[in-house]
T-cell receptor, first 115, second 112 residues
Framework: AQSVTQLGSHVSVSEGALVLLRCNYS??????LFWYVQYPNQGLQLLLK??????LVKGINGFEAEFKKSETSFHLTKPSAHMSDAAEYFC?????????????FGKGTLLTVNP | EAGVVQSPRYKIIEKKQPVAFWCNPI?????LYWYLQNLGQGPELLIR????????DSQLPKDRFSAERLKGVDSTLKIQPAELGDSAVYLC??????????FGPGTRLTVL
């Protein structure tokens, strides 16, 4: 069965510092990988996704993630944190190449940004 | 373009009472999903619809949960009777053939 592990339920950084949120997946087949962000009392918003092709994926709000097959990882980074980045972040995996898919989510990482 | 709409946003009920959640997907999205999100956890799929058909309901506790998507647009998720452990956020999402799922704001259910 597919699974996603997010290391660190809570990450705290200073404004302007590097953001690194970790995600590892278990898979016997090539996965599709996603990062979602959830602001308080809101639904999830897609930050970026990897399906095929270039392993470094750029998303919205300055975030990017790199798919490393050898490490089964898809860590999310941002060079300089902004106060507005404070939210919960979810990594998700899917294996469907069809028109719709089933997402399996990690438990999430709460990012706080200190002034 | 309007996003996924859910109502109510918050609901407080006593255990053993019934409750229903409503979802209006993005116009033209043929696929609709209901997810359960427990506190401190990621969303878990309850049921997925392709138009009117429930194509994946393997995670839906059918003894107390039911769902419908009449006419392949709006959907309703019902719990009867509710239990204390059902307290959670219920998320609805929709997608079209481009694969991305768009999520609504969710309904936060509290069972007392």
């Amino acid at each position: 069965a597919q699974s996603v592990t997010q290391l660190g339920s809570h990450v705290s950084v200073s404004e302007g510092a590097l953001v690194l949120l970790r995600c590892n997946y278990s898979s016997s087949v090539p996965p599709y990988l996603f990062w979602y962000v959830q602001y308080p009392n809101q639904g999830l918003q897609l930050l970026l996704k990897y399906t095929t092709g270039a392993t470094l994926v750029k998303g919205i709000n300055g975030f990017e993630a790199e798919f490393k097959k050898s490490e089964t990882s898809f860590h999310l980074t941002k060079p300089s944190a902004h106060m507005s980045d404070a939210a919960e972040y979810f990594c998700a995996v899917s294996y469907s190449g069809g028109s719709n898919y089933k997402l399996t989510f990690g438990k999430g990482t709460l990012l706080t940004v200190n002034p | 373009e309007a996003g996924v709409v859910q109502s109510p946003r918050y609901k407080i009920i006593e255990k053993k009472q019934p409750v229903a959640f409503w979802c209006n997907p993005i116009s033209g999205h043929n696929t609709l999903y209901w997810y359960l999100q427990n506190l401190g956890q990621g969303p878990e799929l309850l049921i997925r619809y392709e138009n009117e058909e429930a194509v994946d309901d393997s995670q839906l506790p059918k003894d107390r949960f039911s769902a419908e998507r009449l006419k392949g647009v709006d959907s309703t998720l019902k719990i009867q009777p509710a239990e204390l452990g059902d307290s959670a956020v219920y998320l609805c999402a929709s997608s079209s053939n481009n694969n991305e799922q768009f999520f609504g704001p969710g309904t936060r259910l509290t069972v007392l």
